[in-house]
């Protein structure tokens, strides 16, 4: 697989494997050696970033990461992130950026990715109760250390990516952003690039509904995230948005493609250090997203997707998750 590079020479394959479905938000959950064999795969396929993080299960998926990933060690970029409290020393599930915190986790990463170094360590979340160049100069003594290689933020705003950059070189910042979310175009696309800091999206295929897989009678099981999403919950919304699918799946008939490749080749085309993460736990939709890689859309193709001026309907988070977004 071609290769890409994020900001400070992080170079990672086009395409990365997000890992946190395998054990939290999409149950039912497979075997947990079924995905160690899946993420083994996917190094076969050439993939070498693959994203976890402490609170999913949690620990359970940076264990599997861990396991998964340790006979290829030195092969592989290994993102993980730090960020809430999951010890209840503020409250269960807060935000929690403090020094002490971030040192701790970080050393707990450590041993649940079974490494002597994590390659790249966002901040989760923005903390508004940390400054961010305290954050910022924590990783900065853990990258002096040899722990941490790279210095990553997450659904952070333009002011906050600017002044932790100032103290810290940012390498990634990793949001959401697909075709039904496009809002990191109009400020954070420009200032990555002014800073010459790499954009690695989450859920690019539109939390499974650009696949064309989802319509409008689809239920997800009992615990399923979408169940909470207003986008999925709400059903005009979810007619609405069906205009995606159906742009998509014309453009692939016409290239012997699949709607999900369509929608990764164009998150791919956007820019050279844009590197999407599609998480799965099947392995035909594992090389199914790896294949985007190869389709190349044409000035005509990615001009129709413009043309179309899709607007999404319905909120991508419930309220309480949307106040923990930075702005």
């Known amino acids: 697989m071609d290769k890409r590079t994020l900001g400070g020479g992080l170079e990672v394959s086009a395409i990365g494997l997000g890992c946190m479905g395998m054990s939290t938000a999409f149950p039912p959950f497979p075997d947990k050696q079924e995905m160690v064999s899946l993420i083994r795969t996917a190094v076969d396929r050439g993939v070498t970033f693959f994203d976890t993080e402490q609170v999913y299960g949690p620990f359970t998926n940076e264990e599997l990461v861990g396991e998964a990933l340790e006979p290829v060690r030195d092969r592989v970029v290994i993102a993980t992130k730090f960020g809430f409290d999951l010890e209840g020393a503020i409250g269960p599930g807060a935000l929690d950026s403090r020094p002490d915190t971030i040192r701790r986790s970080v050393e ?16 989760h ?125 014309r453009i692939a008939n016409e290239k012997d493609a699949t709607p999900a490749q369509v929608a990764l080749a164009w998150l791919l085309a956007q820019k050279p250090w844009v590197v999407p993460i599609p998480g799965t736990t099947k392995l035909h ?43």
């Open 108 to 123: 707990e990463s450590l041993k649940r990715l079974r490494t002597d170094r994590i390659d790249l360590l966002y901040q």
């Open 125 to 249: 979340r923005v903390d508004p109760n940390v400054p961010i160049e305290e954050v910022a100069g924590t990783i900065k003594e853990l990258i002096e250390q040899g722990k941490v290689r790279h210095f990553g933020l997450s659904e952070a705003g333009v002011q906050t990516i600017r002044r932790a950059h100032a103290e810290q070189p940012v390498s990634a910042l990793q949001s959401e952003y697909s075709l039904w979310w496009r809002e990191p175009e109009a400020a954070i696309l420009p200032t990555l690039e002014e800073l010459g800091i790499g954009f690695v999206p989450f859920s690019p295929l539109g939390k499974g509904f650009l696949t064309g897989t989802i319509d409008r009678s689809t239920e997800f099981s009992n615990g399923d995230f979408r169940n909470t999403v207003p986008r999925f919950t709400d059903q005009e919304a979810r007619e609405s948005n069906l205009a995606f699918v159906e742009l998509l799946t």
């Open 285 to 327: 939709r594992l090389e199914e997203n790896l294949a985007a890689a190869d389709i190349e859309l044409t000035p005509e193709e990615m001009r129709e997707i413009e043309d179309a001026q899709i607007e999404a309907r319905g909120a991508r988070y419930t309220e309480a998750a949307q106040r923990m977004i930075d702005r």
